[in-house]
C-alpha cells in the first residue's frame, strides 16, 4: 500500500496529497494511506524534516517530486 508520510498544516504535504488524487483518478493507484508522522516520536525522527514522502514496498520518494516524478516512481515500484 502506498504511503504518505506528512502532517497537519504542512503546505507541501497538501500539494503532494494532491498529485497523490491525481495518480488514483488516473487509475495508477488505487489508493494510498495518510499517516501522520506527529502521532509517532520514530516517525518524527525519521521524516520531521524531509516530509512529505511517499513510500511503496520500502523505497521512499522525498519531496520535491511532481507527476511525472510520482508516476514514475510508482510504477517502478507496484504494490
Known sequence: MVKLMHTDGCHLCELAQALLDQAVNAGLISGYEHVDIALDDELVEKY??????????NAELGWPFDYNGLQTFLVSHPN
Open 48 to 57: 520531521g524534516i524531509r516530509i512529505p514522502v511517499v513510500c511503496d514496498n
